[in-house]
């Protein structure tokens, strides 16, 4: 079989067309049957939005089979990991995998790709190197990949990228970023580092809750658990937040920083804080007990999100 070289990716300007101004982030898809993820993939898209993103961890579904799960269920919407963790596979798999995902649906995936955190790469056996080398390291041994399906692109590809030198390196040797864990400070410093062009796709957290108190509980509760990365706690330094700020789940100062809180007014004026900064794009990721409220408060925040 004659061996095919990738054609070029997508530009900057089509992919923001596809991605569209806000889509959806959810991690809860990753530990859900089956059956109800299908169900839930059809109903966001049913609801107009029109980008699922979905994570991937070491006790949650595979990145490229969770996305093949969902590209099967529905028929419009794009489909991207945020993040596909490199050290799952090697360049030649992530490479071609993507490549697979894209002809079989259309151009319908985006693979975001990420160095993960230490503690889920070393409890799977591998050694944390240098998260900037190995992952420029990474991007080289993709570029060499070479496969023999018929593709019509090279699936677009986004960096998971925080601090300046993996931000620099989306810039260069990706379509763009996909910064988790941040509030719009972040990303108008994030656009300012990578310049006009790349593709700016942060993640917000929201609570759809009035309360203030019960707020910022469920909003700590989610804090707490990314508050124990380096990776977050070091681009939150460089943001100006300090060792109080990190205590206890996050001071209100951090909480209310991260997790956009109220109702869905006051979510979609934060979802236009990160537009107003330079996003492209921006994936609200709904914090509730289940899949069944997530989509509830999805319903209810389409309006004000999505007008």
């Not at 992919?15 to 049957?33: C, D, I, M, Y």
């Not at 992952?135 to 593709?151: G, Q």
Request: proline share 7%; glycine share 8%.
């Amino acid at each position: 079989m004659t061996e095919r070289t990738r054609p070029p990716t997508v530009g900057a300007a089509e992919l923001r067309r596809r991605l569209g101004r806000t889509g959806v982030w959810l991690s809860s898809l990753a530990v859900t049957p089956a059956a109800r993820v299908r169900k839930a993939a059809a109903e966001i898209e049913e609801l107009g939005y029109p980008t699922l993103w979905v994570g991937e961890t070491p006790t949650g579904r595979e990145a490229f089979t969770h996305s093949a799960l969902l590209l099967s269920a529905t028929e419009r919407l794009e489909v991207a990991t945020g993040i596909a963790n490199i050290y799952g596979r090697d360049a030649v798999a992530a490479a071609n995998g993507a490549a697979t995902l894209a002809e079989a649906w259309d151009r319908r995936f985006v693979l975001g790709l990420g160095v993960s955190h230490k503690p889920m790469v070393t409890g799977r056996g591998h050694e944390y190197s240098a998260p900037l080398s190995y992952m420029r390291d990474y991007l080289d041994a993709m570029s060499r990949t070479s496969i023999d399906v018929p593709l019509a692109e090279t699936p677009p590809l986004l960096l998971a990228a925080l601090r300046r030198g993996m931000l620099e390196l989306a810039a260069e040797r990706a379509q763009g970023a996909h910064p988790y864990f941040v509030p719009p400070e972040h990303t108008a410093k994030a656009r300012e580092i990578l310049g006009p062009d790349p593709v700016l796709a942060p993640e917000q957290a929201v609570v759809l809750e009035t309360d203030a108190g019960r707020a910022r509980e469920i909003a700590r509760a989610y804090t707490a658990a990314y508050l124990s990365l380096p990776n977050y706690v070091n681009n939150l330094r460089d943001l100006g937040f300090s060792d109080d700020d990190f205590a206890d789940g996050g001071s209100d100062r951090l909480v209310d920083a991260i997790v956009a809180q109220g109702d869905p007014e006051k979510i979609a004026k934060r979802i236009r804080a990160h537009h107003d900064a330079g996003a492209d794009h921006v994936c609200v990721q709904p914090l509730a007990d289940s899949v069944d409220l997530q989509l509830e408060h999805l319903r209810l925040l389409a309006p004000a999100l999505l007008a």
